[in-house]
């Protein structure tokens, strides 16, 4: 709510001290601090989140007045302590939990309270990652915990994110919730022997956040540049945390270079463009820069992780000026690596797409069709869509309409789906032109395109 | 804080004589270590599911039945009890479970009462 709360708010004239745009800005930029310290002070995920909203809002009315405080940080810190311990004298039924965090708060504030409001804020966002990332949360809550707890975003924003009603989104999270405090999900950094496992949870969800904007599943549009920048922002924010990881580093360079083309991926009117199509002048360059030198620093401390080598993949397309200039053979390469490290079929699908590129399309679409045989990617659109792409390289008009059929079939993101009926309509209009099949009725109008061109081509 | 881990595996699989006496002995070296950490605080294998039971009670009408209320391919088999601090303690204890290696472990926090 305070999100909504401090955006609808004027900007108060004669004090630009704190315009509310600025205030805007400390919010998302530090809610995820503020709540992490208030977690660890209060032990309470519940509490620390309405005494830091309580905070931010006081912030809200007192800081236009009063100017900004010295250390904006600590007040805000300071502030919210004092409220839950308000709260918490206020709640008549205190139950023995709530009392003992009462107990130890007010022990804790012994300390003057100047002092504290001067001392620095310490970040323990690492600990809040793990909790919201903790595997024993369902994928979608956990998603839904770390965009409210790390980035600020309020219920209503993530509903909207997701596609899903905010009452549900309310639901989810306070689910998640009361699972971390009934089943005492840790507020810590995991053991060593759980660490590796436990980071690479907190990255997949970090990377789930980023696609579910760039390759957008559902609905209208292809990209979310929202859920884009929150993806990227959950990276610089891990990537703060634990600077020596080098999947850390490799994940932040990969959504980087990736959404350094968002801009050359949409055309004006909507539609998907492409990689080989994409107008590179339109990739963000100054972003590539930054992604380059992450892969960079990411490769150079030991042997490679698969967000690493994916960036390197993203790495070696962002630094071709033209797509005929790609280097292909490297990409082979690093897909044939990363299958070794993180065997899937959907890997291999990628590695079948640069052979084809690298060897030529028969080579590739041999992988394709031995992936095929083996039936794990069926329900997958892209499989269908990558064998249908090769078989149009190689002229294979008929069967390349067939498999952008099952392609479309299977799809559910809007734009994609446009783009791939264009290409089966392409498909069966050469299908038609090489003689190959008869247009049924309901191809009436597209074997009539065909017949126009074939007129025009003949002219 | 304590859990209550529950030991679900299928019934059905065969062992061998070996294999048997294997799974007795790692479960015994389990539950001395757990037993000699303090987090032990209960534990008890279970009788085959053909032994159960089902009672419900309907409008005051006690109806007793035969088997589990459920069926599944995994069948509660045993559990313990055991202290730890938080759910991270329990699950790692849990992974020690032999059953964890063929069957699966719910991992469960014991309601605290009032009072």
Same mark, same amino acid.
């Given at each position: ?80 302590? =004092? ?11 205190? *139950? ?21 409001? *001067?001392?620095?804020?310490? #970040?323990?966002? $690492? ?6 990332? =903790? ?44 699972? &971390? ?11 060593? #022997? ?23 599943? =559902?609905?209208?549009? +292809?990209?979310?540049? *929202?859920?884009?920048?929150?993806? &990227? ?10 600077? !020596? ?12 270079? =990736? ?8 055309? !004006?009117?909507?539609?998907? +463009?492409?990689?080989? *199509? ?19 620093? !990411? ?13 390197? &993949?993203? %790495? ?14 490297? &990409? ?21 797409? %640069? +052979? ?25 659109? $892209? ?42 309509? #392409? ?6 032109? #090489? ?25 | ?115």
């Amino acid at each position: 709510m305070a999100l909504g709360l401090l955006g609808e708010i004027p900007c108060a004239p004669g004090n630009p001290n704190m315009a509310p745009s600025a205030l805007e800005q400390f919010y998302r930029a530090e809610f995820g601090r503020v709540l992490a310290t208030l977690i660890r002070l209060l032990g309470d995920f519940d509490l620390a989140e309405e005494a830091a909203q309580e905070a931010f809002t006081a912030a809200l009315e007192q800081w236009p007045r009063e100017g900004r405080p010295r250390n904006p940080l600590a007040w805000i810190v300071g502030t919210a302590r =004092h409220k839950a311990i308000d709260r918490l004298r206020r709640d008549g039924r205190l *139950d023995e939990r709530r009392r003992e965090i009462l107990r130890l708060v007010i022990e804790d504030s012994a300390a003057p309270q100047t002092a504290f409001a *001067d001392s620095p804020v310490p #970040d323990e966002r $690492l600990r809040l990652i793990f909790t919201c990332c =903790h595997p024993a949360l369902a994928a979608e809550a956990q998603v839904a915990l770390s965009l409210r707890a790390l980035c600020g975003l309020t219920t209503e924003e993530i509903a909207r994110a997701f596609l899903v009603p905010a009452s549900a989104m309310a639901q989810r999270l306070v689910r998640a919730k009361r699972k &971390i405090r009934t089943a005492r999900i840790p507020y810590e950094i995991p053991t060593e #022997d759980l660490l590796p496992e436990r980071l690479e949870a907190a990255m997949a969800v970090i990377y789930l956040v980023f696609n579910e904007g760039y390759a957008v599943s =559902h609905g209208k549009a +292809v990209i979310r540049a *929202d859920l884009c920048a929150e993806g &990227i922002r959950l990276g610089r924010i891990l990537r703060e945390l634990i600077p !020596a990881d080098a999947e850390a580093c490799g994940l932040l360079a990969l959504m980087l270079l =990736h959404d350094a083309r968002r801009k050359a991926r949409v055309a !004006a009117d909507g539609e998907l +463009v492409l990689l080989e *199509d994409q107008d590179r002048a339109k990739w963000n360059h100054e972003q590539i820069r930054e992604g380059l030198e992450l892969v960079q620093s !990411a490769l150079r401390s030991g042997p490679a992780g698969p967000y690493a080598v994916q960036a390197a &993949i993203a %790495a070696v397309h962002a630094q071709a000026a033209h797509p005929a200039e790609t280097d292909w053979a490297e &990409i082979e390469a690093l897909y044939a690596y990363l299958m070794r490290i993180r065997p899937s079929p959907v890997i291999e699908l990628n590695y079948a797409v %640069a +052979v084809a590129f690298a060897n030529g399309p028969e080579r590739g679409l041999q992988i394709i069709e031995s992936l095929g045989a083996r039936g794990e990617l069926d329900d997958y659109h $892209l499989m269908w869509a990558a064998r249908a792409d090769l078989l149009r390289r190689l002229g294979r008009w008929r069967e390349a309409a067939d498999s952008y059929r099952t392609a479309l079939a299977l799809v559910s993101a809007e734009p994609e789906r446009r783009f791939l009926a264009r290409r089966l309509a #392409d498909a069966q209009a050469r299908a038609v032109e #090489d003689g190959l099949l008869q247009p049924d009725q309901s191809d009436k109008p597209r074997a009539d395109a065909a017949h126009r061109r074939r007129q025009k081509s003949a002219g | 804080m304590q859990y209550m881990l529950l030991i679900y595996d299928s019934e059905g699989r065969k062992l061998s004589p070996a294999e048997q006496g294997q799974l007795m002995q790692d479960y015994m070296t389990f539950t001395q270590d757990i037993v000699k950490s303090g987090k032990f605080k209960a534990g008890d294998p279970l009788e085959a599911t053909g032994t159960a039971t089902t009672v419900r009670v309907r409008n005051g009408k006690t109806t007793a039945t035969d088997g589990p209320f459920a069926e599944t391919k995994e069948q509660l088999g045993g559990y313990y009890i055991v202290e730890a601090k938080d759910l991270d303690e329990a699950v790692t204890i849990a992974a020690r479970i032999p059953g964890a290696r063929t069957g699966s472990i719910e991992v469960r926090p014991i309601m605290k009462m009032g009072g």
